[in-house]
């Protein structure tokens, strides 16, 4: 079974491998920057001044503007097109690294990422760069217990960022909704190859199956067992596009064993066969 190429933090010398910021515009170096289909096991977080190109995550392609902020969850696949004369900064960090033992700042991170792309205000958008041009400082200075300073400054960072795009009315109302929704979704990426069934995340959640698809449906406007489709379906189009891996091959590390049957839940999820959606999309 091939594997989906995996991209780990920039080494830079003298610097802890768990964070890293670099200036865009000295990464591009006056080229344009072209990356293929690839994924990361950190968090990836471009924050881009002025931008020009297109970027792809989990197969939704984004149009790079000027004050847009690109945030990627470790596991997450895309394609990068970012042209030269780019300006802004890009954060890497392992989960290690932002580990707050507070719940709430954990539960600030889940959120935040859960969103790939934004384009920020002018006004909020001088704030949360001039948050990064602290780091940056921070990072390079690297005075006494830098590190410290910059997961407390992350966190402030985050919240700028969540400001931004407030979660929606009806979750709010339910009592612990944003809550729930986090934790359900990260429990479904951890698990929706080898868990498919509604119980078994109701069950790790202490909740029932009804109050699971209330917090779904309030939030995405889809049951819980169409939240697990969703995702399982990601990762099949993420191993079809991002690997010549065969199909049972696929199929079996989604975890069926039956391949006709995946490719029956392929075709009525997508219109394409898998084989066909290989072809046709990559």
Known sequence: MQKIPIRQICEVPGHDVSFSIRRVEDILSGRDM???LHRHDFFYVLVLEKGAGEHSIDFITYNVSDRS??????????????????????????????????????????????????????????????????????????????????????EIFFIELLRQSPEPTNLLILNNGVERLEELLSLIDQHASSHK???FYAGE??????????????????????VINDQVMLEAKRYLL????????????????DVSYFIRFFRKHTGHSPEAFRQNFR
């Open 34 to 36: 072209v990356q293929p």
């Open 69 to 154: 902020v690109f945030f990627m969850r470790p596991g997450q696949v895309h394609r990068l097109i970012l042209e030269s004369g780019s300006t802004g900064y890009l954060v890497e960090f392992n989960a290690g690294f932002y580990s707050p033992l507070e719940k709430s700042a954990n539960q600030v991170l889940r959120r935040v990422s859960n969103k790939n792309f934004c384009v920020v205000d002018v006004s909020r958008f001088r704030k949360i760069t001039s948050m990064l041009n602290g780091i940056l400082l921070e990072y390079t200075s690297k005075e006494e217990r830098h590190l410290e300073v910059i997961a407390a400054s992350l």
């Open 197 to 199: 069934e509604v119980g």
């Open 205 to 226: 959640l202490h909740l029932t199956a009804y109050q699971l698809n209330a917090v779904t449906k309030a939030a995405l406007g889809k049951t819980c067992s169409e």
């Open 242 to 257: 991002a690997t010549t891996s065969q199909i049972n091959e696929i199929a079996w590390q989604l975890g069926y064993e």
